[in-house]
């Protein structure tokens, strides 16, 4: 079996499993490794997407997948260098991007009138959609188009996409550290040329972006992730860095497995839970997330509450929630796993009751898999089957651990080194 996991591993990244929600909770989609998966909630029933492009939706693993605001596009990305657009209407693949490098994450305009898409080379590229979002009615396929540069990373892994809450920035993350602020300009395909703010303070590569927003700050502040262990709070018009949470310190060593090892603590992901300021933090080698309670005006942020998940190995790879609904979906689960009966695994759990959440109130409440929205037939769609033996799931974090190392995690290496990998580079590109 080991023998087996090392020769698949030369030839193949472990990739996590991907959930994303519909802003209404009409339906629910998950990716695992090329296999896209969505089920509609309101239907009861699997979905079957249709792709007039021929041959398989996609080809390899996928990186990244994104609801549009509206909940009329989505998009799917990753490996295979293929950018698929995707009407919620019929499920019909509307339209198909071919990018230069492997895509790396995805970003929908709030009025969904571009769609934005970063490659492993940290370029960043968008695309007009030219659709009246308001007359859509999932039908009209648009001839595969061309995307244009809008901004670059300068080689560095872009992580992260995100449109501020009002639309007026878009902010990028990459594995350098570093997040970018940019003034989402009027015309997006002649380039983004103004920077508002860099946000800088991370010590390790910065893995997720969310938004934070009340009524009474509409256009909320950016919290963000990273391979350091910590949530930071930025304001995003100056950069400003206005708290730092440490996740271990804040919830506890005792909460994790493995902690001893400097990269088991990084934030894999974020989500923000709608209509409050809770955020819902994944860490690796945490058996469930951390909420933390976002004090605007006080601008603090601190951990409400541990929820941990019970008797199951359950490292959450992805989190999503819903604008209507107040539960918070999360899977975990990879795929390219060598040396198991199903290199593909993907396990979904859903957590309700968030809306009085103290640290001296019970909850919120992990649901048993008969109270999960869709029930049985969700699950057996989503996760392939209904019943998972756990025990191969602490395989499966154990593979993500190691290659979002090898993934993020910059590698040193001497002059001498350096040059001789230059010399060997097969990307470069070919004159005509």
Known sequence: MEDTYEEASKDTEVAPALIAVHP??????????SDLRVFDLIGGCAVSLVDDSGGSLHKDSIRSIRYGASGKLFVSAGDDKLVKIWSTESWRCISTVCSEKR???????????????????????????????????GNQVSANKKAAPMLSHYCSIITSLEFSPDGRFFVSADRDFKIRVNVFPKKPLDGAHEIQSFALGHTEFVSCLAFVCTQELPQGFLVSGSGDSTVRLWDISSGSLLVTCDIIEKAGPLEFKGIEEESCAAVTDLC??????????????????????CDLSAQSLDVVKVVTIKGDTFIPTSLAT????????????ASNLGGLESPSLARVRVISDFKETTPDVEGPTVLEDDETPGGVKLLEKLQGRVSIDEKVFSTAAEALKI????????????????????????DKKLKQ
Do not use: H
């Open 24 to 33: 209404t909770q009409n339906s629910v989609a998950l990716a695992i490794g």
């Open 103 to 137: 895509v790396t994450a995805v970003a929908i305009s709030n009025d969904g009138s571009y769609v934005c898409f970063a490659d492993k080379f940290g370029v960043i590229w968008v695309m007009d959609m030219d659709v009246d979002m308001e007359g859509f009615d």
């Open 272 to 293: 923000t839970i709608p209509d409050s300021t809770l955020v819902a933090v994944a860490v690796q080698s945490l058996q469930g997330i951390i909420l933390l309670r």
């Open 322 to 333: 819903s604008v209507s609904s107040g539960l918070l979906w999360m899977v975990t689960g």
């Open 403 to 426: 290659s979002m190392s090898k993934l993020l995690i910059k590698k040193q290496y001497s002059t001498e080194r350096r040059e001789f990998r230059k010399r060997g580079r097969n």
